[in-house]
């Protein structure tokens, strides 16, 4: 069964600490892993797509890492700001009959405190 | 910018009432897609459409639920004899093209309350 789990499931942290968001997936086959901020009451926003050849990707603070052989991922931020709080969704599409699937994982919140 | 767009924001219904719900994606974008958020939850996945064609719709809980996208632009999810479990925040997302990693740009979606 594909699916994708996440952890922690929350977090907090002070403001200016880094913190890494893990995601495991069993997904198959495999097409691409992204990651997806979403602020309360928003439509989750893209952070990072990579695909089955790419280790890592940074979009500013947020880095990416993907492990295909171990089916890991994470999401590293760095130097947290009030701003980084949302909840965080590691995405895994998988290629089924011509089409694709997007499975979600259930995402993990973080909240910054000052 | 324009970015995709949900109407309404709100909708409460009676149970047993018809809904529908509307998403407008970006202009030009070929691909959309319908997911349902249940709170605290990730969303899941409804259907696709690439232009005006529907090719997946594995997603849709039960035949109580039909989208379409006519045009290939504007799209509604209708959800017919709604039940409680249909509560849940709907959001709609399109990318530019068919290609599998291309971004998917999300509204700020419709949450529907089943009373």
């Known amino acids: 069964k594909n699916q994708v789990e996440q952890s922690p499931q929350s977090l907090i942290i002070l403001e200016g600490k880094n913190c890494t968001l893990q995601c495991n997936y069993t997904v198959s086959p495999f097409s691409n892993l992204r990651w997806y901020k979403q602020d309360t009451g928003r439509g989750p926003v893209s952070l990072t797509i990579m695909t089955f050849s790419e280790n890592t990707k940074s979009n500013g603070r947020y880095t990416a890492t993907l492990d295909a052989d171990t089916k890991q991922s994470s999401l590293h931020i760095t130097a947290s700001q009030l701003s980084d709080s949302a909840s965080y969704i590691c995405v895994v599409s998988a290629r089924t009959s011509g089409t694709y699937k997007y499975i979600f994982g259930t995402g993990t919140r973080l909240k910054v405190l000052a | 910018g324009a970015g995709v767009s949900q109407s309404p924001r709100y909708k409460v219904a009676k149970r047993g009432q018809d809904v529908a719900l509307r998403c407008d994606p970006i202009s030009g974008h070929v691909s959309l897609f319908w997911y349902q958020q249940a709170l605290g939850q990730g969303p899941e996945f409804l259907t696709y459409f690439q232009n005006e064609a529907q090719l997946d719709k594995s997603g849709l809980p039960s035949d109580r639920f039909f989208a379409e996208r006519p045009e290939g632009s504007v799209s509604t999810l209708k959800i017919q004899r709604t039940q409680q479990e249909d509560s849940a925040v709907y959001l709609c997302?399109?990318?530019?093209?068919?290609?599998?990693?291309?971004?998917?740009?999300f509204g700020p979606g419709t949450r529907l309350t089943v009373l």
């Open positions: 997302a399109s990318s530019l093209s068919e290609w599998v990693a291309d971004t998917q740009y």
